[in-house]
């Protein structure tokens, strides 16, 4: 909505006093222009420990996508998106949300099974049966989005139907800097478009169709576009809701003759809701719901492209039978308004740089990964977002550490040396070498190594010396 219109609605408000301050256009400026502006995969530090980055959603020209990452854990952000190969925007970017931590996801479709071609389709030709018939066609719409793809649309259907010399008026106070904005910005676009931009092209064909005044903008319905206007015609204008805008202006106009025709496009307002304070319509009224945004089958190709770890779904998607995305490899949170979500993420342990004063005269041994690994006493402590370590004198006596890594073939064989008959179960964290004549196991999970045996100490003695047996010490 335009400034100058939030700012006389507010003024007529019960609250004007309040509502209409926060909302004067200079105020307002001043807020956007502490918004900074980044390009698709531009990497911005906050506070040296988190970087974000946006990422082409493909929903509209620069509609984003974000990841938020950290040294340890990545998160990414899904908000309206559209996986469609045949639209204007550059096309959904998913790479650098591969394998995240947490996946949030929310603005999916909300009309499911209403392909936004076939509703293209179907706009066109109840557009063009008004047309045929002497009428007008209204179409309500926000000036940004798939507006820019309507107008290629249906200036085709006309040309193809003979009806070329219908006029096309986009009413809307941002009309003018709307399709401006679509022509600067062709880094947003897809590359078929951007490709026509760098080479002197108009990008999309309903310019080249702006200078034959086939297609017209206006900022409101002014003496300019009183002089322009002449029926037939279409009317793109806004709001898509009917509650504001110029479109209630042709809505008044045209709705007592049943040659013109209402197409609402809008999946986020029902035909029902719209249309009821304006019963009864003699207009022929059409709800073809364009919605690019991932429906159900094309969201869970999304899930299975980028395999997070944790997927958040609104509850609204969560319960819904639509949305029940069959994903095998993390698992689903539901979001509730208001209510905290609990992300099961491990803390890596902490890192710290050891320098030379540290390290200096350590005793290291090489691990077979080709690391070394050395023991002291230090302590740490954090400042300026820095670890850091300083070196404690080594105690009087200090007891051998142990390290290295169990192998199960390599334990049994050292058990069958000592004359014990062994063998191996696997298990998802590990394995257990089970001893049937003797009732006894050695369990070697991630949650340690346990030896288990039945009130015999000589057995459990000469099961430690075999694992001991398979572990360096320093």
Same mark, same amino acid.
């Given at each position: 909505? $335009?400034?100058?219109?939030?700012? $006389? ?71 309206? &998106?559209?996986?469609?190969? &045949?639209?204007? /925007? ?112 108009? /990008? ?12 017209? $903008? ?121 209510? /905290? ?61 142990? $390290?290295?890594?169990?192998? &199960? ?36 999970? &991630? ?28």
């Amino acid at each position: 909505m $335009h400034l100058s219109t939030l700012a $006389h609605a507010a003024r007529r408000s019960p609250h004007a006093q309040h509502v209409a301050e926060l909302l004067e256009p200079e105020a307002v400026k001043n807020c956007l222009e502490s918004v900074e502006t980044v390009s698709y995969d531009q990497p911005i530090t906050i506070v040296g420990a988190i970087t974000v980055t946006a990422l082409s959603s493909g929903y509209a020209i620069g509609a984003s996508n974000w990841v938020l990452k950290s040294a340890s854990h990545t998160v990414g952000y899904l908000g309206p &998106s559209s996986s469609a190969i &045949s639209r204007h /925007p550059m096309p959904l970017a998913t790479t650098a949300m591969q394998n995240c931590d947490a996946l949030i996801a929310c603005g999916l479709a909300r009309r499911l099974g209403a392909s936004p071609d076939r509703m293209v389709a179907e706009l066109c030709n109840n557009i063009g049966l008004a047309i045929a018939n002497g009428g007008c066609a209204l179409v309500p719409c926000a000036p940004f989005g798939v507006v820019f793809d309507l107008f290629d649309a249906v200036l085709a259907h006309l040309a193809a139907m003979q009806s070329s010399t219908v006029p096309i008026f986009f009413v809307s106070p941002t009309a003018k800097n709307s399709l401006a904005y679509a022509n600067i910005f062709g880094h947003w676009l897809c590359a078929s478009k951007s490709e026509r931009l760098n080479s002197a092209e108009w /990008p999309f064909n309903h310019h080249n169709q702006i200078a034959a005044k086939s297609l017209q $903008h206006f900022p409101a319905i002014d003496a300019a576009f009183l002089a322009a206007y002449r029926e037939p015609c279409v009317v793109f204008a806004d709001h898509p809701s009917l509650r504001m805008g110029d479109a209630l202006h042709f809505l008044g106009l045209w709705r007592a003759n049943s040659a013109n025709a209402l197409i609402l496009t809008d999946p986020d307002y029902g035909i029902d809701e719209v249309l009821a304070p304006f019963l009864p319509v003699a207009m022929r009224a059409s709800y073809c719901p364009i919605d690019p945004r991932l429906g159900a089958q094309a969201f869970e190709a999304v899930v299975r492209e980028t395999r997070p770890r944790q997927l958040l779904l609104p509850s609204m998607y969560a319960a819904s039978a639509s949305y029940s995305v069959k994903y095998e490899d993390g698992t689903i949170l539901r979001l509730e308004t208001g209510v /905290p979500a609990r992300l099961a993420v491990r803390e890596p342990p902490p890192r710290a740089i050891l320098t030379d004063e540290v390290t200096r005269g350590l005793l290291l041994q090489s691990l077979p990964s080709g690391a070394s690994i050395g023991a002291f006493r230090a302590t740490i402590n954090r400042k300026d977002d820095a670890n850091i370590v300083t070196r404690l004198p080594a105690p009087p006596q200090t007891h051998a550490a142990l $390290h290295g890594t169990l192998d &199960s073939d390599a334990l049994v064989t050292a058990l069958q040396e000592k004359g014990l008959d062994a063998h191996v179960e696997d298990c998802p964290d590990g394995f257990v070498v089970r001893l049937p004549a003797s009732n006894a196991s050695i369990s070697v999970l &991630s949650s340690g190594t346990t030896i288990s045996t039945v009130s015999n100490e000589t057995l459990r003695g000469v099961l430690r010396d075999a694992v001991l047996s398979q572990l360096a010490r320093f």
